[in-house]
């Protein structure tokens, strides 16, 4: 089992870049499928980015471009590089692992902690 643990959010201006970090312990991290979801206020959490264990990535629609996901399995952390933010980017950030497959919060078998990103207009 892992325990993941993000960080990186916080307050930007629309156009502005943020990158997220999550770092993982307890399990080899290398094993899992990782991915980004996001919340908004009165939103449901939903699948931004995933990267499996063999490097292949995958992104919503609305990030398309704009954000990129990457891993070092030396560290045991990934990573969610956001570019050209927008105020609608704007929720609380969760990193997400799962031994087989992350299509949607039903597949998550752990959550990192969440981290705000705020994006002003």
């Known amino acids: 089992q892992v325990q993941l643990e993000d960080s990186g959010g916080g307050l930007v201006q629309a156009g502005g870049s943020l990158r997220l970090s999550c770092i993982a312990s307890g399990d080899t991290f290398s094993r899992y499928v990782k991915g980004w979801f996001r919340q908004a206020p009165g939103k449901e959490r939903e699948l931004v980015a995933v990267v499996t264990s063999g490097g292949t990535t995958d992104y919503a629609d609305s990030v398309q471009g704009r954000f990129t996901i990457s891993r070092d399995n030396a560290k045991n952390t990934v990573y969610l590089q956001m570019n050209s933010l927008k105020p609608e980017d704007t929720a609380v950030y969760f990193c997400?692992?799962?031994?087989?497959?992350?299509?949607?919060?039903?597949?998550?078998?752990?959550w990192g902690q969440g981290t705000e990103v705020i994006v002003s207009s």
């Open positions: 997400a692992a799962s031994l087989i497959k992350l299509q949607g919060p039903e597949d998550v078998a752990e």
